[in-house]
């Protein structure tokens, strides 16, 4: 986990080929609610959706393949990935596709992120690093929110793809909140192991 003296460390290069990657899937959050929810273009604001989930591991690919690490990057890859879990989890709310139950147990699991990464920050430490569980809940969630738009606007792939997009999504959910509990307990590792050591002990 980084602490506050590598937070002050700066945020590395920014124009690198991973950063440009993680700057287009943010781009793409917009455009998909514009196109979703402004238009009548389902179909591209579907692509939009898949091409921005199958490519969240593009950017770490890149990164760690050119040698081109940064903590931008580090700050944005997660970011984009719940902006894109949050604006999908809205629209599909919105529009009846998805129960306001499902869509408050993800909001409540991202309230309890950002009081650890509160705490932390105000503790003087780093947000923690982003773990593989986390990870993989983000791209099971974003397989899941296709299928349930599929099946909301195709009455040929409804018999598969509703039942495909509700397993996902309850599979995300809980590897959503696995990865949270994680996190919790890295943290206050973390934090225990800081006053242990600005106390001397060992």
Same mark, same amino acid.
């Given at each position: 986990?980084?602490?506050?003296?590598?937070?002050?460390?700066? !945020?590395?290069? /920014? &124009?690198?080929?991973?950063?440009?990657?993680?700057?287009?899937?943010? =781009?793409?959050?917009?455009?998909?609610?514009?196109?979703?929810?402004?238009? *009548?273009?389902?179909?591209?604001?579907?692509?939009?959706?898949? +091409?921005?989930?199958?490519? *969240?591991? +593009?950017?770490?690919?890149?990164?760690?393949?050119?040698?081109?690490?940064?903590?931008?990057?580090?700050?944005?890859?997660?970011?984009?990935?719940? =902006?894109? #879990?949050?604006?999908?989890?809205?629209?599909?709310?919105?529009? *009846? #596709? @998805?129960?306001?139950?499902?869509?408050?147990?993800?909001?409540?699991?991202?309230? +309890?992120? @950002? &009081?650890?990464? !509160?705490?932390?920050?105000? !503790?003087? $430490?780093?947000?923690?690093? /982003? $773990?593989? /569980?986390?990870?993989?809940?983000?791209?099971?969630? &974003?397989?899941?929110?296709?299928?349930? !738009?599929?099946? $909301?606007?195709?009455?040929?792939?409804?018999?598969?793809?509703?039942?495909? %997009?509700?397993?996902?999504?309850?599979?995300?959910?809980? &590897?959503?909140?696995?990865?949270?509990?994680?996190?919790? #307990?890295?943290?206050?590792? $973390? @934090?225990?192991? %800081?006053?242990?050591?600005?106390?001397?002990?060992?």
């Amino acid at each position: 986990m980084a602490d506050g003296q590598a937070d002050r460390r700066g !945020l590395g290069p /920014v &124009l690198t080929i991973p950063n440009f990657f993680t700057f287009a899937r943010l =781009l793409g959050v917009p455009l998909f609610l514009y196109l979703f929810l402004a238009t *009548d273009a389902t179909g591209w604001a579907v692509t939009v959706l898949v +091409v921005g989930g199958l490519s *969240d591991w +593009v950017d770490g690919f890149l990164a760690r393949r050119l040698n081109q690490t940064s903590r931008l990057g580090e700050l944005l890859d997660p970011l984009a990935d719940r =902006l894109y #879990i949050l604006a999908t989890l809205f629209a599909l709310t919105y529009k *009846d #596709i @998805v129960p306001w139950w499902f869509t408050i147990a993800l909001i409540a699991r991202e309230a +309890v992120m @950002v &009081l650890v990464l !509160l705490v932390l920050r105000v !503790l003087g $430490h780093g947000p923690p690093p /982003v $773990h593989y /569980v986390g990870k993989t809940a983000t791209a099971v969630l &974003l397989m899941g929110f296709p299928m349930m !738009l599929l099946a $909301h606007f195709s009455d040929a792939a409804r018999p598969w793809a509703q039942p495909s %997009g509700w397993a996902l999504l309850w599979w995300g959910i809980v &590897l959503y909140w696995l990865a949270a509990a994680f996190y919790v #307990i890295q943290a206050t590792v $973390h @934090v225990r192991a %800081g006053r242990a050591a600005a106390a001397g002990t060992p």
